[in-house]
């Protein structure tokens, strides 16, 4: 058998039930789905929130010794030494039940474990990435690991398990009572169940040690740890056998149970000039048949989406709503799949046909020219996922245009990453998303 991933049990730090007893009023989101108005909300929620650790505020006045990340640092030491986090007193692993609604109003169920995951480089195939990453992110969650030597938030991962053997595992876990069950303000039901028995961790990690690990949602996490992992074994001088940093915190759920939770995230676009927006949507007719939506406002925009959802996929298709008029649309490729032609964009056909890349190169950068030397160089180009962006229209009065993408399918991505490329960033949302502040790894006390 090739070992492929290596899986490992760790030291939990939770927050004691006896001084914090509702969870619901700590925990949080992954940092980047939480708005300015979220944050200041989880801020004021619980003076022990999360979000102080994973997504501090900025300060007037923050210096390169004073700062969100030294306030995280210096909140999550003194919460241990007040006894309000405990860490484990043996290493584990959680096993995560949720119970949520999908956005059709479906039942569904997902199971994962929270285990620390060896941290490889993405050439070494062990752990797939399927998404594009940006620069800033990177570098505010590196400042944050530095200042706290800590995962404050799992990366989310799937694996394949055809014959649902980690899961049968899974359930005689459940049968005892969970550690701990909180409803989110989602209406997610959490409930965990935490597991020192040798014989089920060591099952567990050998089912996970012979399957590739697909990163669902944290690729920017994730390559922070491994450029913080570097950092410290030059600054340890390559120490001998393996480290804290040497592995990072992950939710690891079966692939099948995230099919049909995977969102799409649409662009909304701001600072488009003047001449551009007149021309919307006209400029679009010559790679696509534009076809506007008979009706404004909220029945307009479900024409579209019922349109969009019946269109086939033969060709791509997006949904198009320009705020100036209330009007919506629909464009559809002249082309079929592939519409981006490989002098266009050197990637797979795979990666060619889908419809975020053709929106990202074809629509925002070719015809728009939101790029460097473009016409609309200075636009901005905001992402949104499917769950928030209905609020998110009436919100915003100073969005020009906004494209809507359907949603990819598993299959794209996994036929996109057999392929050896990724996704465009911002393709995917996979909901629900772990939460953070079940349980937090110290990388500090070795493993």
Known sequence: MVKLADVIPFRGIRYNREIVPDLAEVVIPPYDVITPQAQKDFYERNKHNAVRLDFGVTAEGDTETENRYTRAAGALDQWLQEGIMVQDPEPAIYC?????????????????VIAAVRLTDFSEGRII??????????????????ATEANLSPIFCLYHDPEHAVTEILQK??????DLMLTDERGTRHSLWKTSDPEAISAICELLASREILIADGHHRYETALAYREQRRSADKSPEGDQPYDFVMAYLAEIDSARESILPIHRFIYGLSWDTVAELPGLFEEKFEVRTMPETGARGRQIMMSAMSSAGQDHNVFGLRLPGDDSYHI???????PMLTEQQNGHSDAYRSLDVAVLDHLILTDILEISPGGINEDAAVEFVAQSRAEAAETDNREVQAIFYVRAPSMEDISTVTA?????????????????????????KNGL
């Open 331 to 337: 464009l559809l490729g002249r082309d079929p799949r």
């Open 173 to 178: 876990i459940r049968e005892g009572e969970p």
């Open 129 to 146: 990435p399927h998404e594009e990453t940006s620069g800033a992110p990177k570098q505010d969650r590196l400042k944050l690991m530095e």
């Open 419 to 443: 392929s050896g490329y990724r996704m465009p960033r911002k393709s995917t949302f996979f909901y629900p998303k772990p939460l953070t502040g079940l349980v937090f790894r110290s990388l």
């Open 96 to 112: 995560l039940r949720e119970e949520y609604l999908t956005l059709q109003e479906k039942a569904a169920v997902r199971d994962a």
